[in-house]
């Protein structure tokens, strides 16, 4: 404990900022937790807290990595129990029925758990959410009905017995290689959990559970992701199955029934979603609750899981350790108010560059581009040319089609007719992450700020989807920017410090294309007047080409170089602003002023 | 071979009924609120249960009287159910939190029919005798399948087209935040769609228990097989589910004949993971609700 608690002030920064996540600690705590039941049931002597703390430590592993499925990946899987079940199962068919040595055995028990995960991970590619769902547990039904009708391999209801005495026999102060592997196992397991979150894998895979299309446009593949998060579970729970075997020394389908599955589901909601200390809490109360310290109630545990986990769901989502980490978070929160986050102060750094001055070479071209939703024809054979380093103002009533065609754009749909090239590249049928690979970087309407990762980890998304190195005036501006924010939240941010927040993330990412989706939407007149100073900041000193989807006329007026008028999918006219400020076209819309 | 062809059609569109009218129930709430109901297997167990108490070997007026009793039994059931459920979803922005409590719902449910009524299948025996189709024989709860399952398509078809409630659960499928902008009563018209849903079921394992397994365990599989056939037909689409369903059931018969009845679900499984790698909107589904 009192390490965790320097290793927290060391992690806060020298202004003594509370720390932003507590999963270090957390992990930190949850060691010495397993480490305590892990060690001193074999310390005492007591066999049978021994063996029952070895089953509930494998368990815990298995719930580490549900837990990193259920929340840093986004997936439900209700099949765990599954992928632990052939783990075990498989081990004890070669182990315990050919005599294979117990090494080989275990990886031939990995292989086939990794085989079972990627029957999760192939549908993952494609659909995610329930239908996931409903395939991990058709697949916990059909396990334990596999196992008894498949008994010339399994030998079906008998079971499997292994004597492994050798992993029993006790070493030091009462303990054996099993215990202490066992013990070591889901530590290693939260350690695995808590780098991948600090990753860069880690990071995309949470964007791309939180947001699917902002991943995209950061060069994520979340059906990648996905594929990846259950192969990782998989490996990581079928491990937890090679335990099992030598701490049960038997396996029958009975073992591996659906109610197992459930067991690490409903750990993680009661135990807390997402927090590292989740699990440990989670299976020490809906297994051993019913199992041990209710004993007596034995038939009544499933109905104990129901009820816990209904409650917990209806009483305190967040469950046991995400409720106290909550009213951590609350009491240590410290918002910077309006001014929370700035970047004139981080962009002056880049301040050395000469003005530059929109070039000849188009770099986004638009050739009879045509995008219909069924009947509606959103984008009517667009022709579009946009120059490097010139700010194109796309305007247009609702409905004209110029946020479509900004979705097609950046991939996330796609022409029905005609095409478009990025930097004299056809990318008609090029997706959206390939697109962002291309150095686009994009803003929503709303922007996506997630409030789980602190404001530097949001901005670093940025970083993560870089293609290639980046310049050393973006390394020392991501230095500076980590210094300030890497413990703050993101949560207390207004509109337009969010907005500002997805910007950054454009210019970290190095885009040297960026579209913006009617930026200036909700921000105030001040926020508005900086805005359009860092836009041209952005085309004039860093040389980025924009286009921009803005309603806000004046502004438009006052920072585009080139204006393309849009009207029910068609564009109507296109120039620069004093020519269009006298297009016919154009006159209608400032009727009663400059605002749209 | 000509007759096991028959057997494998008939009982696999009958059994297959079942699942689409498990799908339908899916679908309606699905419409309404965005939830799958994972206990809505459970739900229908409890109809065959409701056979079992209420009008096991009983003659027709008194089975017929008892239908719509059971239906409104287990419609009442799912109505509080998806209060509970939809509660914490009034405040939360995570909307997770139905998957866990539906899945501990069922959980719920089957613990306590285990607890009360123990882990074996019940026999119930209904009134309508069994007949023959080209000389073989065929309970009768497989015509009351079949039947059921067109007549819940129809009455919903016109429920939700021609009727005010209908076309405002209707409208809540097509845009939730317009629907309330609209003034409509969306709590409440939410709660409606789990009764019907709840409606549906409980007639539905009433009429089928004889020919269905009448047991605490049961209830996932028939969610799960009834899930497979919303999604081969396409989830949200009724129509879907008269292939759907079917198409699951003989899969399902074809599988226990041709390699033994343990291996159904399996084959269940592997359907569900090959539509969704395929064409995961179904055979009948708009690809613009696919979230991908």
Redo the contacts between chains.
């Keep these: 404990m009192a390490m965790s608690e320097t290793m927290a002030a060391r992690e806060g920064g020298a202004r003594g900022k509370p720390r932003f996540s507590s999963d270090l600690p957390q992990m930190l705590i949850g060691f010495v937790l397993i480490a305590i039941t892990g060690f001193v049931p074999s310390i005492l002597g007591n066999s049978y807290w021994v063996h029952t703390f070895q089953l509930v430590n494998i368990y815990i592993a298995a719930s580490v990595f549900q837990n990193f499925l259920f929340v840093d990946a986004g997936q ?1 899987s ?1 099949g765990q129990g599954v992928l632990l079940g052939l783990g075990a199962y498989v081990t004890a068919i070669f182990f315990g029925l050919h005599d294979w040595p117990f090494l080989l055995a275990a990886l031939a028990g990995l292989g086939a758990a990794t085989a079972g995960g990627l ?1 999760f991970a ?2 993952a ?7 996931l ?3 991990t ?3 916990a ?2 396990f334990p ?2 196992l ?2 498949l008994d010339k391999w399994t030998n079906g209801i008998n079971g499997i017995s292994v004597s492994m005495p050798g992993l029993h026999q006790e070493w030091f102060l009462g303990l054996s290689p099993l215990t202490l592997m066992i013990a070591v196992y889901p530590m290693i397991a939260l350690a695995i959990h808590y780098a991948i979150r600090r990753s860069r894998l880690g990071r995309d895979m949470r964007v791309a559970a939180l947001s ?1 299309e902002a991943a995209r446009s950061l060069g994520i593949r ?2 990648v992701m996905r594929f990846i998060a259950f192969i990782i579970a998989a490996i990581g729970t079928g491990v937890c199955g090679i335990l099992y075997l030598p701490a049960v020394s038997f396996v029958s389908p009975q073992g591996f029934n ?1 109610e197992l599955s ?1 067991v690490f ?2 750990a993680v ?1 009661v135990g807390g979603r997402g927090q590292m200390l989740g699990p440990i809490i989670g299976i020490w109360i809906v297994f051993i609750l019913p199992n041990i310290a209710l004993a007596q109630f034995v ?2 545990r ?2 104990i ?3 816990l ?2 409650l917990t ?2 009483l305190f ?1 967040d469950g046991i350790v995400g409720s106290i980490e909550r009213w951590r978070a609350r009491r240590g929160v410290t918002g910077r108010g309006e001014q929370a986050f700035r970047v004139d102060r981080f962009l002056e750094t880049l301040e050395g560059g000469r003005e530059t001055r929109p070039g000849d070479e188009v770099v986004v071209e638009v050739r009879g581009g045509t995008k219909k939703f069924g009947e509606v024809v959103a984008v009517d054979a667009v022709d579009l040319k946009v120059r490097r380093g010139e700010i194109h103002g796309l305007i247009g009533a609702n409905g004209s089609g110029k946020t479509s065609l900004l979705n097609v754009l950046s991939g996330l749909s796609r022409l029905n007719a005609g095409s478009f090239l990025i930097k004299g590249e056809d990318a008609t049928r090029r997706s959206a992450d390939r697109i962002a690979d291309m150095g686009i970087g994009r803003t929503f309407q709303t922007p996506r700020i997630f409030p789980q990762f602190s404001l530097w980890d949001n901005l670093r998304l940025g970083i993560d989807a870089r293609v290639g190195d980046g310049s050393a005036d973006i390394a020392r501006l991501a230095d500076a920017l980590e210094a300030e924010f890497a413990q703050d939240s993101a949560e207390l941010l207004s509109h337009g410090q969010r907005r500002l927040v997805e910007v950054m993330r454009a210019v970290l990412k190095e885009a040297d294309i960026i579209f913006f989706d009617e930026p200036a939407a909700g921000l105030s007149q001040g926020e508005r007047a900086n805005f359009a100073k860092l836009v041209r900041f952005l085309a004039r000193r860093m040389g980025k080409t924009i286009i921009l989807v803005e309603h806000d006329l004046e502004l438009v007026w006052d920072i585009a170089d080139t204006i393309t008028v849009m009207e029910q999918g068609r564009v109507v006219a296109s120039g620069s602003p004093e020519a269009m400020s006298n297009d016919p076209a154009v006159q209608h819309m400032f009727v009663g002023g400059r605002r749209a | 071979m000509l007759a096991e062809i028959l057997i494998i059609a008939v009982r696999g569109c009958a059994i297959g009924s079942i699942f689409a009218l498990i799908a339908m129930s899916f679908n309606i709430v699905h419409g309404a609120t965005g939830i ?1 109901n ?1 206990a809505q297997g459970n739900m229908f167990v409890l109809g065959g249960f409701a056979a079992f108490f209420l009008a096991n070997e009983a003659g027709v007026a008194w089975w017929l009287l008892m239908l719509p009793v059971a239906g409104i039994l287990v419609a009442v059931l799912v109505t509080v159910q998806g209060w ?1 459920t939809l ?2 979803l009034r405040s ?1 922005v ?1 909307q ?2 139905w ?3 539906t ?6 449910i ?3 029919l ?2 009360t009524q123990g882990p074996f299948a019940y026999t119930v025996q209904g009134p309508v005798p069994s007949f023959r189709i080209l000389g073989v024989r065929t309970p009768g709860a497989y015509a009351l399948a079949i039947g059921a399952m067109f007549f819940w398509y129809f009455a919903l078809r016109i429920f939700l087209r021609h009727t005010f409630l209908g076309l405002a659960i209707s409208a809540l499928s097509q845009d939730f935040d317009a629907a309330r902008a609209a003034g409509l009563p969306v709590r409440r018209l939410q709660l409606l769609a789990f009764a019907i849903s709840g409606l549906i079921i409980g007639t539905a394992g009433f009429l089928v228990a004889p020919v269905i397994s009448v047991a605490s365990d049961a209830g ?2 028939y969610v ?1 097989n009834g ?2 056939a919303a ?1 081969v037909g396409g989830i949200g689409s009724n129509l879907g589910t008269l292939i759907g369903g079917p198409l699951v059931g003989i899969i399902g018969m074809l599988t226990a004949y041709r390699i ?1 009845g ?2 159904q ?2 084959a ?2 592997l359907l ?2 090959a539509i ?2 395929l064409r ?1 909107q179904g055979l009948f589904g708009r690809s613009s609700a ?3």
């Design positions: 439900k209700f029957l192939f549908p590619l494609r659909v995610q959410y329930f239908h769902g409903f395939v547990l058709s697949a039904i059909v009905q596999l008894m009708s699917p979340p059906g659906v459930f589901f409903f909601v038939e009544y499933l109905l899981y129901g009820l986990t209904l769901v209806i989502p | 799958l994972f509970i509660a914490p939360s995570e997770d939190s998957l866990i409590s899945v501990a719902f069922s959980t719920i089957a613990a306590l285990m607890i996932l599989r799960l899930f497979v999604v033994g343990a291996y679900d399996l269940s499984l569900l993971v969704l790698m995961p696919r979230r991908v």
